[in-house]
Structures are given as C-alpha cells and as structure tokens.
C-alpha cells in the first residue's frame, strides 16, 4: 500500500514539476497564473473526492453494521431492514456523488482554460 501512494507521490510531483517548467519557459503571465490556478484546482478536487470517499465508506460500513445485526436479531424482518438499508446507501452514496460533481467542475470549468489551452500549443516537442 505504502509502495503505491508513493509511487503515485512521485508521479503527481514529477507532473507538477515538468508542467511549471512549461509554464515559466513560455514566459506568459496569464498562462502562468492561469497553471497556477489549475494545478491548486486539481489538488482541491483530489482532496475533496478524497475526504469525501473516507467519510461515504465510514457511513455505509457503519449502515451495514447496523442492518446485519438488526437481521441477526430478528431474522423475519430481514426484508424491511435491507430495503431500508438500501435506500440509506443510496441517499450516502449520493452524497459522495455530489462531491464528484464538484470536483470534476473544479477541474474543468475554469475562467482560465483558454491561456492554458494557448500556453500547450505553443510549447513543440
């Protein structure tokens, strides 16, 4: 688990580093900012998608905990309790659902696409 998160530690870094390197030989104010802004986008929405998975997996195990030991109880209303939880699950998941929506929006939806846009074609291979 350790060699994965910093396996992709390294790589978020290395693109963090390889894209400001771009930004600063291209020498245009607005794209730079225009980066700037992205790049601190891209890290809210990581952490945001991040948080809000935590807290939606802690809530449904904490749902299903209670369904299953209220069908150990009572085994005959084993029907009624998994609707229940199902539709809880639901309303949780939607939750994390939002939070995806909001991400993906911080993402893409920025004032400055159009400078990064311009920044990208003008840097050749």
Do not use: W
């Not at 807290?55 to 030991?69: H, K, N, S």
Request: proline share 2%; with cysteine.
């Amino acid at each position: 688990m350790f060699k994965k998160l910093s396996i992709s530690t390294m790589g978020s870094a290395f693109f963090l580093v390889a894209l400001s390197t771009v930004a600063y030989a291209a020498g245009a104010d607005m794209a730079v900012a225009g980066l700037k802004y992205f790049t601190t986008s891209v890290f809210a929405a990581g952490f945001g998608i991040g948080i809000a998975a935590f807290g939606t997996g802690i809530g449904q195990g904490y749902a299903i905990r209670g369904a299953v030991e209220g069908i150990a109880r009572n085994p005959e209303a084993s029907g009624k309790v998994t609707v229940t939880m199902l539709i809880g699950l639901a309303m949780v998941e939607s939750l994390c659902i939002y939070a995806l929506v909001i991400c993906l929006i911080l993402i893409y939806a920025h004032p400055q696409s159009a400078a990064i846009a311009d920044l990208f074609s003008t840097v050749t291979p």
